[in-house]
């Protein structure tokens, strides 16, 4: 059992801070999924999701960022999860791990704020949210245009293609204001969050 155990911290010391964020979302999505299915179906995750209301987060202040670790479904995990293995690969490269971590939790602390402020700044009929704010997407936004801001013109290739960085930045950018005028406004205000970090 020692040898396992060892063997375990030994992978896990090997692993780069965004692989450990990762694995930290997978495993609050796993355990999550499994309370929610012994706790039946009308159960939720409310008491980590970022609720829209202001007085609920200042009764519930840590949502602000645990709302960040928790997820929809699997494939809102997964997509979130390949896009920061990608992205963190060469963060990690270029950045040591403090200054990934606080991107990466600005960023998420910044989507919140924003979804929050501007939930309750503008009235109901402008914006709409399906309901409380969950996902990582904001961490992984301000991720993407930290590297597309600090190395706009290096080249990447996609398949046969190669361009700028800035262009993958411009284009999410833009991709994303539709979903502001959308049935889940909420999630692109937050998204933008971690874009204005």
Not at 47 to 53: A, H, N, P, Q, V
Not at 69 to 95: A, C, E, Q
Not at 112 to 126: D, H, K, Q, R, T
Request: proline content about 3%; charged content about 10%; glycine content about 8%.
């Amino acid at each position: 059992m020692t040898s396992l155990n060892q063997d375990i911290r030994e992978k896990l010391s090997r692993l780069n801070v965004f692989e450990k964020i990762i694995l930290i979302n997978s495993v609050v999505f796993l355990f999550s999924f499994i309370a929610l299915r012994f706790q039946g179906v009308g159960a939720n995750l409310e008491w980590l999701s970022l609720s829209k209301s202001a007085s609920e987060v200042l009764l519930r202040p840590w949502t602000l960022l645990t709302y960040g670790f928790i997820h929809n479904s699997f494939i809102h995990l997964f997509i979130n999860m390949v896009v920061l293995y990608f992205f963190g690969r060469t963060f990690s490269n270029l950045f040591k791990a403090s200054i990934s971590v606080k991107v990466y939790v600005l960023g998420i602390l910044s989507g919140g704020f924003a979804f929050v402020f501007v939930l309750n700044l503008l009235p109901s009929e402008i914006l709409n949210t399906l309901g409380p704010l969950k996902g990582a997407s904001s961490g992984v936004g301000a991720i993407i245009i930290f590297l597309c801001t600090y190395l706009p013109n290096k080249e990447i290739r996609f398949l046969t293609f190669q361009f700028p960085l800035k262009y993958i930045g411009i284009a999410i950018v833009l991709f994303d204001i539709p979903g502001l005028f959308s049935q889940n406004s909420g999630g692109s205000i937050a998204h933008f969050g971690g874009y204005l970090l």
